[in-house]
């Protein structure tokens, strides 16, 4: 099956600082990718698409110059949450289709922030 | 915004026991997906049904979809405690518009 790398696992900042949460399709190529993120307890929301070659498309209320997403090549979207805050803590997760696209999502295995 | 949305909110059985959750959905879909989340991890497949199927089964997992009624159920039978978790249902017309449901936090005692 398709596997997504989600790097790192845990991250802990200090107020301020920018982060970056990679995620990276291993054994197949992923056009699109998808960023959520999860509160303890909550669903996940979708904050954007990442779309490799072309800008990312933000969830309303989502801060693009927050949230900075590149989808520089077909196995890697990253995710750059930039003066992050502690509000910012939180649990940031990706996804991608699967190639053929068959509707199933393949997803990291997570990334939890923490802003000090 | 959030689309699918999970009953009960937790549920807590005896490991044999069935444990059976509930999605309900707002707006046209073309298929209904399960996924399965263990505590602080990533999300994984477990079944997509088409908006045109009414039933499928994988395993001891077996899910209903009801489009008349906007509703699915996912049903695991002769539950393990391997099986606690959260459930999420996940409706959308395509990838870039799926959405998950607030899901069902599942805890089976062994």
């Known amino acids: 099956g398709a596997v997504v790398s989600q790097h790192p696992s845990w991250v802990i900042c200090k107020s301020g600082t920018s982060v970056k949460i990679e995620c990276r399709s291993l054994d197949f190529q992923a056009t699109t990718m998808f960023w959520y993120r999860q509160f303890p307890k909550q669903s996940l929301m979708l904050m954007a698409t990442?779309?490799?070659?072309?800008?990312?498309?933000?969830e309303q209320g989502v801060e693009k110059d927050k949230f900075l997403i590149n989808h520089a090549s077909l196995t890697l979207s990253t995710l750059t949450v930039t003066s992050a805050h502690p509000e910012d803590s939180s649990f940031y997760i990706c996804?991608?289709?699967?190639?053929?696209?068959?509707?199933?999502?393949?997803f990291g295995e997570g990334s939890r922030l923490t802003v000090l | 915004s959030q689309q699918g949305e999970e009953d009960p909110q937790a549920l807590s059985i005896q490991e044999g026991e069935n444990a059976t959750m509930n999605c309900s959905y707002k707006t046209s879909i073309n298929n209904l997906q399960w996924y399965r989340q263990n505590s602080g991890r990533g999300l994984v497949h477990l079944i997509l049904?088409?908006?045109?199927?009414r039933e499928k089964h994988s395993g001891r997992l077996r899910v209903t979809l009801d489009t008349s009624k906007k509703s699915s159920s996912l049903l695991i039978t002769a539950s393990r405690a391997a099986d606690t978790a959260s459930y999420f249902c996940?409706?959308?017309?395509?990838?870039?518009?799926?959405?998950f449901g607030a899901g069902t936090r599942l805890t089976v005692k062994p």
């Open positions: 996940a409706t959308g017309l395509n990838n870039n518009d799926m959405r």
């Open positions: 990442s779309n490799e070659g072309s800008k990312a498309t933000y």
């Open positions: 996804s991608a289709p699967g190639q053929p696209n068959t509707g199933e999502l393949f």
């Open positions: 049904i088409r908006s045109n199927e």
